[in-house]
């Protein structure tokens, strides 16, 4: 199939190149907001032919991938309510999905019907399409959240992309799906970020980062993470990212309690659980690179 | 120097197989209070003798070391008030400072002089004598925290020893210890194993963390350290602990109104400064095997 990229970062970059090499993608058009992203994809040589209009780069094209951050998906739906051509299907990688389906939904009109919610759970700490891979997918879980207007082959061959190049797919609601990702990525990246923003805003911040071991790293690694891309998840995901929050930070007023009274049990106790549930878990759909 | 070992763990084993392979110690005896885990020192070579008493592992020791959690270290300091030989030299590893400080200043009387409070900021996810490295300490920072009565010639010998097998050494006050790694280690520790049994506890966890990617592998990483070392920490830190954790408490107040109010400047700002902060980072005295 012919293949209209909207979007030229890590993922989109790297879907370009897994669909090519399992052989259900022959060609890529794509577009970026910045032109220079669009034409260093094709100078990678992971994209044919850069345009500088959306409505170029999806002309004839039979799949169209949505691979911005969420936030700027509206905007694109827009357009390709005008554009796409009648036979594409249209699928995003987007992080979020309730949000942008009721988007797609009051946009795209009768090519609603050809739209699959699809979201990769692979990406690194290195963003950027310079750092894009054909073997991103291989053992990770992608999320489909179809809904009942979704054409069944239009679900079924976008599944098949996926399945192709490594990948496990999953079909959830696109509620479950943000509710899963709220506790298991959106918070720990909120958290992630407000640690290293609390301790550099310290007036021994500085001092202190100095001293900052493995554990921090680790902890922190994914506040490196694109500021652009988690302002945009955490907004489009408000909802239930919210709600995870207010837990957390309902077990961290506990938490403080047990610190300031000294009481070692209760301490011992939620460390004991989360420190069993932690060392028998395994991640990713079979050990592959996972992440986002 | 002839050194006692009290507490057999992954960070008593690794000193011992560090200070003996630079040379500097020249024969190991180790107590532990699971008698077995002595033994099994002696079994893989890093320790020459195990004694099934405190008294009897210190007799004739140059150089006495503390490294069992640190809730069990001042019963271990009363025991050497007594039998300690009056030459020896006694030092940790220990994650707080100020807390064990005080107790050994009440407890060790005379010999206090010779105790250098010493924490080796290194480590890993796996615990227990069969991870220790002789190699650990390799590029690591030792923070030692001395007091005005801490002999001059005990401090050079336990800082020599450690830069001895590649570790860099800095002195600071044990407050100034206490409060950074309050901030850069005990209070992620803490994050992180709320996330986990928060999670974990929920009535769909097992089926979120399913779901999990690299980055909640990685953030939660710290979450499978031991239960009672870190209860013990965030006791015996509990005052340095509490106040960088009611901060966070604040910035997430903070980070929750600007969630559901859809602050969008507001969150790429906080994100933007973290991840700045974050990816400009390096780890450690020089890139070596850091954590704790």
């Known amino acids: 199939m012919k ?7 890590l993922l989109g970059g790297s879907l370009a190149a897994a669909w090519r090499k399992s052989g259900r993608v022959t060609s890529v058009s794509a577009y970026d907001i910045v032109p220079a992203q669009a034409q260093r994809a094709v ?5 044919d032919r850069a345009s500088s209009a959306v409505a170029d780069a999806v002309r004839d094209a039979d799949c169209i991938v949505l691979a911005t951050p969420v936030g700027s998906m509206a905007a694109l739906l827009a357009e390709l309510a005008r554009d796409a051509p ?9 992080s979020t999905k309730v949000e942008l389906i009721s988007a797609a939904r009051a946009l795209l009109g009768d090519a609603f019907a050809r739209f699959v919610p699809a979201h990769p759970i692979a990406g ?3 963003p950027g399409i310079e750092n894009a891979s054909a073997d991103l997918f291989q053992g990770c879980w992608v999320i489909t959240t179809p809904q009942e207007q979704t054409r069944a082959d ?3 061959q976008i599944e098949a992309n996926w399945v192709a190049c490594g990948a496990s797919v ?10 899963i990702f709220a506790a298991v990525s959106h918070l720990p990246h909120l958290l992630a970020f407000a640690l290293v923003q609390l301790v550099a805003s310290q007036p021994d911040g500085a001092r202190k980062l100095r001293y900052a071991g493995a554990g921090f790293r680790d902890f922190t690694r994914i506040a490196a993470s694109d500021p652009a891309m988690w302002r945009d998840i955490a907004l489009a995901n ?8 207010a837990q ?3 077990l961290l007023e506990w938490l403080q309690a047990a610190v300031d009274s000294g009481d070692a049990q209760a301490l011992e106790r939620l460390f004991e659980e989360a420190s069993r549930v932690r060392r028998t878990q395994s991640f990713g759909a079979d050990g592959g690179n996972h992440d986002v």
Chains 1, 2 share one sequence.
């Open 43 to 47: 100078a990678l040589g992971i994209v």
């Open 154 to 156: 239009a679900i079924e």
């Open 124 to 126: 690194g700490a290195m």
């Open 170 to 179: 999953e079909r959830m609601s696109a509620q479950e799906h943000d509710r």
């Open 248 to 250: 957390f930070r309902g």
């Open 238 to 245: 408000r909802e239930a990212l919210s709600a995870e929050l």
């Open 3 to 9: 293949l209209a990229l909207l979007g030229c970062g």
């Open 86 to 94: 009648e036979k594409a299907i249209i699928t995003d990688v987007g």
